[in-house]
């Protein structure tokens, strides 16, 4: 299986230099374990607690567990053991060097049943997620960088895509093992993922009484990608009390099945809405489990609209996050019905706003919630507006407005 450069290798590489512990976060077979063992050498410490006997030692003695010098030390799935984080403390407190602990997992540890030991102003977490398009193709994470210098004729598209090849590559995903599979076997492997994760990882987190009550409840999630969270409406289809709800969506996110996505909000301007847009954190996962077909979603609007947002949301999301902290993503939407697919604010308080559009063709009409942001809203601020869609030009609409092709993310 091919392996690519990961733009989160760096700030690993990085956080070993400065800080104690690193925890690289992320779901299953995203790519951690790799990750993990290029950043190390050939005196580093591997211990995998997917290992029964690892496991077993890491609870049956965690401060021996941990024990070591000062080379690498790195702990595959170690939210699996979660009292090694109070063994990890008192290392780490007493031998203060750093980039003796790397530790990967496939779980959000702070959000655990149990967990009590934060290791905060000890630990620095990175976030890894399913490849992105840029680094599969191995281009650098510079689109937002470019974008709000309106730098858009630079960007000269490898290949020339169409609406159709958008779709394909979001019904394969992100997935390393996903992706290296004939894209007819990708389905299967999504199918088998979600299975082994309800039926192993998510009963660690949440007390599940129903398998397929759960499974339901990730379909209606994969459906409702891209829109607000509305626990009521999102349970109006299930025989599932509201309680059990949040617990179960809770720990879906706490498995990095789903994201949330914070609503932008002014204390200049009234009647901004407050509600978290869902986002699906993989669209081949998302495509799956709602078991659509390419010929089904070609012809559908809603369903390519929806797939193609969730899809360029996250390349978007792993553009930021392999900034360290420069750029915050957000979502906005006014009592008034103004909305806004993505805000992205960076840390001057400049804004890129970004309207996602599944047709071919862009017209004037697709710039009104923008250029109404812009003079309304953003006023003083700096502000660019675009839509990404999947033709293949980039166009200038007027001041600090484009529409740009949807390969630009990673062209």
């Given amino acids: 299986m ?36 290029d950043v190390s050498t050939p005196n580093s410490i591997y211990r995998t607690l997917d290992s029964i006997q ?25 939210q699996r053991s979660p009292l090694l984080l109070q063994a990890i403390k008192k290392n780490v407190d007493e031998n203060k060097n750093y980039g003796r602990f790397l530790l990967t997992g496939s779980a959000n ?9 934060s290791l905060a102003g000890r630990v620095t977490n990175i976030r890894l997620r399913p490849l992105s398009l840029g680094e599969i193709h191995g281009t650098p994470p510079d689109f937002i960088d470019r974008a709000f210098e309106g730098q858009f004729k630079t960007t000269i598209p490898q290949k020339s895509y169409n609406k159709d090849d958008y779709l394909r590559l979001a019904f394969i995903g992100g997935y390393p093992e996903a992706h290296a599979l004939p894209a007819e076997q990708a389905p299967k492997w999504h199918q088998d993922y979600i299975k082994a994760l309800i039926e192993r990882d998510l009963k660690d987190i949440v007390n599940i009484r129903r398998k397929d009550s759960m499974y339901k409840l990730l379909q209606v999630l994969a459906a409702w990608s891209s829109k607000e969270i509305n626990i009521q409406s999102i349970g109006s289809t299930l025989s599932i009390e509201r309680p059990t709800i949040e617990s ?30 869902l986002l699906f954190s993989d669209t081949g996962l998302m495509t799956s489990i709602l078991r659509w077909t390419l010929d089904q979603v070609q012809l559908d609007g809603e369903r390519n609209g ?5 899809f360029v949301y996250q390349q978007l999301i792993s553009i930021i996050e392999a900034h360290d902290n420069k750029y915050t993503l957000y979502h906005y939407r006014d009592a008034a019905k103004h909305e806004i697919d993505f805000l992205i604010e960076n840390a001057d308080g400049d804004l890129l706003g970004i309207e996602i559009k599944a047709g071919s063709s862009v017209q004037r009409s697709h710039f009104k919630n923008l250029e109404w942001f812009k003079t309304t809203v953003a006023k003083n601020k700096r502000f660019q507006g ?8 980039v166009l200038s609409f007027g001041d600090r407005m484009w529409a740009v092709p949807i390969s630009s993310l990673w062209a």
């Fill in 54 to 78: 690892m496991l077993e030692a890491s609870i049956a003695d965690p401060e021996g567990f941990v024990a070591h010098g000062n080379e690498l030390m790195i702990i595959d799935e170690v």
């Fill in 386 to 393: 675009i839509v990404l869609y999947t033709g293949q030009d």
């Fill in 248 to 277: 179960y969506v809770n720990a879906l996110e706490t498995l990095y099945l789903i994201d949330r996505v914070k609503a932008w909000a002014s204390t200049d301007y009234e009647g901004t809405r407050r509600k978290d847009k």
């Fill in 306 to 310: 929806k797939l193609i947002e969730t």
């Fill in 2 to 37: 091919e392996t690519y450069k990961r733009w989160q290798t760096l700030a690993v590489k990085n956080a070993l230099q400065y800080r104690r512990v690193i925890l690289l976060a992320g779901a299953r077979q995203c790519g951690k374990t790799t990750l993990a063992q």
């Fill in 109 to 117: 540890i702070q959000s655990l049943p149990g967990v009590t030991e």
